[in-house]
């Protein structure tokens, strides 16, 4: 795809969410795409491939949330991935400081070079896995924000996340369309943790049949030092 093509779609994507962007920014974009099609060659990063699915399933998917973020805030993205939502939401935002985390070195090697070629600033690229980054003093609840997308149920994500997020700040969950039960079953969990769930958005992307929901906790007190637990114990055993 061209980038006077990329543009128009990405551009009318946003707008209908909106978000108006800059030219640089969705030149940022474009490159993006660029590397993210390239190295995808390589390993094994998304399974969405095409220019039209990764403007609507990877970009504008992630900036369903910016209307959460606040200026200059400090966030996580955990399980980040091939950088999502973490990436889209550093080029609308350039104020916010962001960390992406995850437990796969090639993806972080990837994150910085996407890093370096579209010249963002304050954002960081850690491979390390939740759970002990959880219990880093640098890390533990020192952000305003952490954002997750597709990584985990809720009981599980919730040990995961929660011990990143200040008192009164939040985590974001971006979910797919059927949750309502896994959402009951995280109650206890994310109460455990120190959380409560503030409000979910139900929505569909753009004019698709493509549903979403983004959950969104207030982080009320805070964790207890026993969490999160070590490495697999939250998956093979989730707090009830």
Same mark, same amino acid.
């Given at each position: 795809?061209?980038?006077?093509?990329?543009?128009?779609?990405?551009?009318?994507?946003?707008?209908?969410?909106?978000?108006?962007?800059?030219?640089?920014?969705?030149?940022?974009?474009?490159?993006?795409?660029?590397?993210?099609?390239?190295?995808?060659?390589?390993?094994?990063?998304?399974?969405?491939?095409?220019?039209?699915?990764?403007?609507?399933?990877?970009?504008?998917?992630?900036?369903?949330?910016?209307?959460?973020?606040?200026?200059?805030?400090?966030?996580?993205?955990?399980?980040?991935?091939?950088?999502?939502?973490?990436?889209?939401?550093?080029?609308?935002?350039?104020? $916010? %400081?962001? +960390?992406?985390?995850?437990? =796969?070195? /090639?993806?972080?090697?990837?994150?910085?070079? #996407? *890093?370096?070629?579209?010249?963002?600033?304050?954002?960081?690229?850690?491979?390390?896995?939740?759970?002990?980054?959880?219990?880093?003093?640098?890390?533990?609840?020192?952000?305003?924000?952490?954002?997750?997308?597709?990584?985990?149920?809720?009981?599980?994500?919730?040990?995961?996340?929660?011990?990143?997020?200040?008192?009164?700040?939040?985590?974001?969950?971006?979910?797919?369309?059927?949750?309502?039960?896994?959402?009951?079953?995280?109650?206890?969990?994310?109460?455990?943790?120190?959380?409560? $769930? %503030?409000? +979910?958005?139900?929505?569909? =992307?753009? /004019?698709?049949?493509?549903?979403?929901?983004? #959950? *969104?906790?207030?982080?009320?007190?805070?964790?207890?030092?026993?969490?999160?637990?070590?490495?697999?114990?939250?998956?093979?055993?989730?707090?009830?």
């Amino acid at each position: 795809m061209e980038i006077i093509e990329f543009s128009e779609l990405l551009k009318n994507g946003m707008r209908e969410i909106g978000i108006d962007l800059t030219e640089k920014q969705i030149k940022q974009f474009f490159f993006y795409m660029e590397l993210l099609i390239e190295w995808n060659k390589k390993m094994n990063l998304t399974a969405i491939v095409e220019p039209k699915e990764i403007i609507l399933k990877h970009f504008i998917d992630s900036a369903t949330i910016v209307k959460e973020i606040g200026k200059n805030d400090r966030i996580i993205d955990v399980g980040t991935g091939a950088g999502f939502p973490g990436i889209p939401l550093k080029i609308i935002k350039s104020d $916010i %400081e962001i +960390v992406l985390l995850d437990s =796969l070195n /090639k993806r972080i090697k990837f994150l910085e070079e #996407v *890093i370096r070629q579209l010249e963002l600033e304050k954002i960081k690229a850690i491979h390390c896995r939740a759970e002990e980054a959880g219990k880093n003093k640098e890390y533990r609840e020192s952000f305003d924000i952490v954002v997750s997308r597709a990584v985990a149920n809720m009981s599980v994500l919730s040990e995961y996340t929660i011990p990143f997020i200040k008192i009164e700040g939040k985590g974001i969950y971006m979910k797919g369309a059927e949750i309502k039960e896994e959402l009951e079953n995280s109650k206890k969990a994310i109460e455990v943790l120190g959380g409560k $769930i %503030e409000k +979910v958005e139900e929505f569909c =992307l753009l /004019k698709t049949n493509i549903k979403r929901n983004n #959950v *969104i906790i207030h982080k009320k007190q805070t964790t207890c030092g026993k969490y999160p637990r070590k490495p697999g114990e939250a998956k093979k055993n989730p707090i009830k």
